[in-house]
């Protein structure tokens, strides 16, 4: 099942994205996936097949300023969470997706909660991988660092961090044939770290985090907590106390896996992922 790479032009912004569809057409609602930082849609590569042979038409962007998306100066784009959250409501309608199941990982992911929140009807269901759920959750150091003024100005123009990150955040080395997709938008301008820097710096993580804490207390449609239970960064307890308070959401831990599932083991994400999303086929 091949996986094509398209740019969809919203407005002022380019947004590349991996796309895989079904061999017949299908009245399965698509799959959109979220990559967080410093990661990109790629992350996905092995997820994306899988959910089109089960027939779902699945679709994983990378984010303004990341990956080979349009990387816009912080004039024309602030990288808030209300900035990501009103660029990915125009994608979805230039995408021409009514209604679609969500699928968020890592610190960005919690930009992903917060349009569910304010788009419920739109959500078929929602699979969530090690993202913050609560107000306890913090920023590794190791990124945190990274928006700091000077020395986050040159961290972020490292390529290297790519592999520091991607590969600090679980106990696994990833490929170099994968790092040099991962490094390319570093390696090819000064733009993808730049953004960077300015989403370390606008990403507002207590704000979000205290919206999406008391936000799914009434949610209705099904939640999979899936915890790669290797990740350094967020705690298990995050995700246990969040399923405990959500109605019909359910918890799977990921054993050995880190922070960024899809990349570590993507054969534990879609043993998950694929009999939760098919659940909803009638």
Known sequence: MAVEERLVEVGPLKWFCREANPMNSTDKPPVLLLHSFPSQSYSWRQVLPA?????????????????FSSKPDKRDFAYTPDAFVGALADLVQALEVERFSLV????????GLRYALQNPDQIERLA?????????AKLPWKIQQMGLPLVGDMMTQDPLLVDRLLEGGGPYQVADKDLDVYRRPFLKSSDAGRSLLYTLRNLQLPTATAEIEPGFA?????ILVAWGMSD?????SMAENFT??????????????????QEDWYEKVNEVLLPFLRRQSH
């Open 51 to 67: 959910l089109a042979e089960q027939g779902f038409r699945a679709i994983a962007p990378d984010w303004p300023g990341f990956g």
């Open 104 to 111: 968020v990982q890592g610190f960005l992911g919690a930009v």
């Open 128 to 136: 969530i991988f090690n993202t913050p759920l609560s107000t306890t």
């Open 218 to 222: 009434n949610w209705e449609r099904p």
């Open 232 to 236: 350094p960064w967020l705690p298990f």
């Open 244 to 261: 405990k308070a959500v109605p019909d959401a359910e918890l799977v831990k990921l054993e050995e896996v880190g922070h960024y599932a």
